[in-house]
Structure formats: C-alpha cells, structure tokens
C-alpha cells in the first residue's frame, strides 16, 4: 500500500520525492541528502538508475521505480526511455546491497583540535546523508572516495579521515 500523506502545497511525499529527483537530474547538488548513480547494463544503450535517499524511508520498495521514471520522464524523456532498471534506496539499504562498497569515516578522538561539528559539516558538503545509525557518505568506486577524500583532506587537514571498505558477504 503507498504511503500518501500530504506534504508541502498540498503534495503527496512520492511528488515531493520526484520533484527533488527532478531536480537532482538538472543540478546534481540541487537536493542535499540525495544521490543519483547511473551505470551502463553491458554494452547497451541502456541504463541501471539508483536514486540514494533516506526520503524512501516509508515508501514501499515497489513504488520507488515508478517515481523515479516519472520524475526521468519529465526531466528528460528520451534518457528515461534508456532506463531498463530503476531503484530507490535508502542509504543504509545501499551499503546492506553493497550498493556504495566503499565509505569515509572519520577518525576523530575527544582531544582532537577540530571539533566533531566542522567534521559533520565537511562530510554533509561532500554529500553524506543524515541516518537513524548516523551519518553516511559510500561510494560505488575507489576512485569516487578517493577524490572526495582528497577534498576532505583539503578543508580539514588531518588525521581525521579514512576510507573504508566494506565487502557484502552473502549469508
């Protein structure tokens, strides 16, 4: 069942949560907490799209790809015709898929000459997202947390971040 409830100017959640996708598609940075992969499937023209949100807190796994789509749709119909798959994750659901292998943490210790609270607002600008268990910033590559890393390490010099990485065993 969907959740509908209404938010702002009398939305439902599932249009807040496509206009914020919508907006994402158009200037990537556009909508703190959200992130948009897009990957190749083989050597199609076709698309995977993950959408990493914790706005898919209360919406039902099965309702999530057609959001996305519509919201694909309205940005760019010919991109949302190449979308052969789509998902909304929370951030916590992509790390338990192994969706983001790879994250930064940080190292801070009491004593540290930075405070936890410039920490907290250097990861939010690399684009971490605020969960129940904290915040989190993955990644799909090695690559992609290494060049937020270096951008973290050039705002707050330091012992004060690392890249871990974690592997999905299947149980």
Request: no cysteine; glycine share 8%.
């Amino acid at each position: 069942m969907a959740v509908r409830s209404q938010g702002r100017r009398g939305k439902t959640r599932q249009q807040l949560i496509q206009e914020a996708i919508k907006n994402v598609l158009g200037h990537p940075a556009a909508v703190p907490g959200m992130r948009i992969m897009e990957s190749a499937i083989g050597r199609s023209d076709s698309l995977y799209a993950t959408v990493i949100s914790e706005r898919w807190k209360d919406i039902p796994r099965e309702d999530r790809w057609k959001i996305i789509l519509d919201a694909y749709r309205e940005h760019d119909d010919s991109k949302a015709r190449r979308i052969a798959v789509a998902q909304g994750l929370t951030m916590e659901e992509a790390l338990l898929l192994g969706v983001l292998p790879f994250r930064i943490v940080t190292t801070w210790k009491q004593g540290d000459p930075v405070t936890l609270d410039q920490l907290t607002r250097a990861l939010l600008s690399e684009g971490a997202i605020k969960t129940p268990s904290g915040l989190l910033l993955g990644f799909q590559s090695l690559d992609e947390a290494k060049q937020a890393y270096v951008h973290l390490q050039e705002r707050i010099p330091g012992p004060y971040w690392a890249i871990v990485h974690e592997i999905v065993r299947p149980e």
